[in-house]
């Protein structure tokens, strides 16, 4: 029977060198839960930016052990088989950082960002701190938390987990509504690979308030532009402009 593996990690910053300082992650197998959750430490200092972020600072990491040595990347290892289903919200830039520790998923994946980008295509935002919100998650979370030992802070890799675990029952209704009677896992695995055309107005730029057609009428110039210099475009992004400039 396939286990599901909710996770999240905090690190030291963003760029390339950057390196994983918290692993923290739930098992759903049937009804048994099982929570890993630990500190590692780095030779890569932890940003200010970063640190303002999740509140882990060089003390807290001190004497830790590596990533690859603590219990929940071992556990995460003996996990890793094709059967298991990996669920994360934003999943390349956890996975990349991952990768950087050796870690390659053999798991199917559920990235619940771009499920809510094909889901809540009518919201503003998609991040996971702003559903808890938006949906009321912060209302049921304490309870979730006492029960399996867990203390709640935003931006905190086992904290986002949590709320990560009660989003999740939000995109299974939201799949029913939109879909009937499907299989859900089967279906946020299919939406994790579809990429998502952006069709609301822009939030960025100098065309901010136009929708991606409306800038190709005006600039079509500078869509290409923006897919030659800006380098932190996602994946959606770039997908939407490439449509866009092909149409």
Known sequence: MAKYILLDTETTGADDKDRVIQLGFMVLDGKNVQVYNDLCSTDIEIGFGAMEVHGITPEEIEGKPKCTDTSAFKALES???????MIIHNAPFDLGMLSKEGFTSQMRLIDTLRCAKHLFDDHDYHR??????TLGLYKLE??????????????DAIGDVLV??????????????????????DKMVE?????????????????KGKTLTEVALADKGYLSWMLANMENLDEDMKYSIGKVLEG
């Open 128 to 133: 996971l701190q702003y559903f808890r919100y």
């Open 79 to 85: 996990l890793n088989t094709s059967e298991n289903v």
């Open 164 to 185: 990560l675990k009660l989003f999740l029952t939000e995109l299974r209704k939201k799949l029913t509504e939109k879909f009937g009677s499907i299989n859900p896992i």
């Open 191 to 207: 939406l994790t690979l579809t990429p998502v055309l952006y069709t609301r107005p822009m939030k960025f730029g100098k065309h």
């Open 142 to 155: 304490k309870t979730e938390a006492d029960a399996l030992g867990i203390i709640v802070k935003a931006h």
